[in-house]
């Protein structure tokens, strides 16, 4: 019997070439095979996660992108070697040798590049927003003009807490603990209030104001690299954000100091209610997860932005998925 010319690159993945990436959810599932199949070793464990949690199409479609124009490119290179004058003329069992030899060597190729995409968006975008700006490092094969176009303004932390008190009815929209200031304003206490249930309420940014803090002129480019990191992932326009708008009553909301902590370590968020459109869940993860003291819906103060609502959840449910937050959380806290 002839032996058979075989493909072992990427195993059983159909080419891209044969495929209609048009479609997102064509572009998604080949993205999700390629980074399957490539990451034996699980050194790429935000890179699937970031796919499916994508909060907009366009933020999907910019991770498929990033995946599979590296697997294009090398895919490229394998197809021409395989096709080769030498290639056509050696018998199947010399051709199978070669073809397994190019297959691995192309194979390691993407393995490298994915590895370099996934570094960029963990120390560029996950660690920023855990508050580490230390390793920020810029998108690998970019040309020089990529962050020309992404002007940034130092801001400090600054917001109207007696306004946004009033905004959210003395509330914390995560565990519905009451300010302490409200039992001093009341003419006479409601039949729900329970003085173990206040705290002093904080104005928490959804996306963090630090994002916008930097002094030196040289940090300026390592900002404008975090939030185009944020931008490729959310898909959304955020130039409202940089600047003084990071600090805009629709990016704060008023949470209690354990909530508080926790949304800005990416273990509680706040997501859609499938059952009513005007209302959010809250979720909470890790160490966290099904934390008891937290209210069961939310209804937002119209002011407040839901789309960094749902950047913000889209990035803990990728942790969540990537079962990242040990790895992500010691290199957060390293200097």
Known sequence: MAQVRSRTFLGTIPLLKTLSLEDLHTSLDA???????????????????????APTRKGQRHMCDSILLIRQEHENAYLAAIDSAVMRGSNASAYNQKES?????????IAEALLQLHKYFECSLFLPILGNKTRVIERPSVGP??????????????????ELLQRDKFTCYATGRRDLSLAKRMTSRPSDWNPVLTDYLEAAHIIPYFLNKFKLKKEKKMHIIIWKALEEFSGYDLSTLKGKGINHVSN????????HKMHDDLRLSFYPNAENVNEHLVKTYDKTADWLDVVKRVTFHKDINRDWIAIHHAMCEVLQDGRTYEEIRKLSDAA
Do not use: N
């Open 101 to 109: 030899d190019f297959a691995l060597q192309y194979q390691k190729k």
């Open 31 to 53: 993205a999700w095979r390629t980074v399957g199949v490539i990451d034996a070793k699980g050194e790429m464990r935000l890179l699937q996660p970031m796919l499916l949690h």
């Open 252 to 259: 704060i909301f008023m949470l209690c100091p354990s909530a």
């Open 145 to 162: 003009d990529y962050y020309g176009k992404y002007p940034i303004d130092p801001c400090p932390r600054s917001d109207d807490r007696e």
